[in-house]
C-alpha cells in the first residue's frame, strides 16, 4: 500500500533534520592536540550533565547512600581540591564550573567518575576495597577530572545520541511515528555507562598523571593504582574496568611517563586546595 503525502513528508523531514544533525556537528581538538568530533558541544555536555547528575544525587539522597562521614569527606575533599585547584591553572575555562563530589556508601563497588563541568562521584569500595594511599586516590581522581576536561562526556553523549539517531532514521523509513531521538539528559546519564575508547583513556592517563604530580602528589602511585585494580577483582573485574578498558601495556606506559612528570613538581609541594562541594 502506497504511503500517504503526509506520511512521506514526515519522513524527508525527519532524515533531513538527521541528515541537519550530522552537518552542524562540531569539531573541537583535545589537550593532546587530537580532532574530535561531536554532536553535542561541550557546552551542552556540561548543561545536560547537570541534570543527569541532579537526578542521580536525588535518588542517592532518597537510598541514604550518601556518605556523611566527616573524615572520609575531609580527605576527599582535600585530595580532590588539590586536583581542582591544578585544573584552574592548567584550564582556565574550568573556574566556573560547579566541582562537587557525592561519596556514595557502595563498599562493593569499586569506581569513580566525573561528569562534564566537574560533577564527580566515587564509592566507598573504592576506598576501602583497594585500601587506596592518597597518591593513589589522587590518580583515580586525577584520571576522572581529564575526562572531562578533555570532553571525553560530550563525545560519549554523541556516540549514545548517534545510535539514537539510527534508530529514528528506520522508524521514519518505517513511518514509524513512535521511534523518537534520546534526549541529551538521557544521553548523559547513559554516556557514564560507556566505555572511553583506549585513546581516550590513554588521554586521561596522561593529563590525570600530570594534574596529580603538580598537585604534590607521587605520580608512581599511576603504576601501583591499576596493579590494585587489576588484582581486586579476582576473575570478575571491578565496576571501574567496566568503563575503563586496560590494555596489558597500561602500566608499562604509565610507568614510561614517570620521569618526565617528575620534572612538572620535582619538590612535591603541594597545591592549594579549591572549593569542592562535597554532595550530602
Not at 541534570?51 to 542521580?56: F, G, N
Not at 560507556?194 to 596522561?206: F, K, M, V, Y
Amino acid at each position: 500500500m502506497k504511503k500517504p503525502l503526509s506520511a512521506t513528508l514526515t519522513t524527508i523531514t525527519v532524515i533531513a533534520g538527521i541528515i541537519s544533525l550530522s552537518l552542524l556537528t562540531g569539531c573541537a581538538t583535545s589537550p593532546t592536540g587530537r580532532s574530535q568530533l561531536m554532536l553535542i558541544s561541550p557546552e551542552s555536555a556540561i548543561v545536560e550533565s547537570k541534570t543527569a547528575y541532579l537526578s542521580t544525587v536525588s535518588e542517592l539522597e532518597q537510598e541514604n547512600k550518601l556518605v556523611n562521614d566527616p573524615k572520609v569527606m575531609d580527605r576527599v575533599a582535600t585530595i580532590t581540591g588539590r586536583l581542582v585547584h591544578v585544573a584552574k591553572q592548567q584550564y582556565p575555562n574550568t573556574a566556573n564550573w560547579e566541582w562537587s563530589v557525592a561519596i556514595i556508601d557502595d563498599p562493593k563497588t569499586v569506581n569513580a567518575w566525573c561528569m562534564a563541568g566537574g560533577r564527580m562521584a566515587v564509592y566507598t569500595g573504592l576506598l576501602n576495597k583497594l585500601k587506596l594511599t592518597d597518591d593513589e586516590f589522587a590518580q583515580v581522581m586525577g584520571h576522572e577530572i581529564s575526562h572531562a576536561l578533555a570532553n571525553h562526556t560530550a563525545e560519549r553523549m554523541s556516540r549514545a545520541m548517534a545510535t539514537s539517531i539510527g534508530v529514528i532514521a528506520i522508524g521514519a523509513a518505517a513511518d514509524n511515528h513512535g521511534a523518537a531521538l534520546l534526549g541529551a539528559a538521557a544521553a548523559a546519564k547513559l554516556a557514564l555507562e560507556l566505555p572511553n575508547s583506549r585513546t581516550a583513556e590513554s588521554e586521561a592517563d596522561a593529563i590525570g598523571m600530570r594534574l596529580a604530580t603538580i598537585a604534590g602528589y607521587e605520580p608512581d602511585a599511576a603504576v601501583t593504582l591499576w596493579q590494585k585494580m587489576g588484582e581486586s577483582g579476582g576473575s570478575t573485574p571491578p565496576e571501574f574496568l567496566s568503563t575503563h578498558p586496560a590494555p596489558g601495556n597500561r602500566q608499562a606506559a604509565l610507568k614510561a611517563m614517570i620521569p618526565e612528570m617528575r620534572q612538572l613538581n620535582p619538590t612535591g609541594t603541594m597545591a592549594p586546595v579549591a572549593p569542592v562541594q562535597i554532595v550530602r
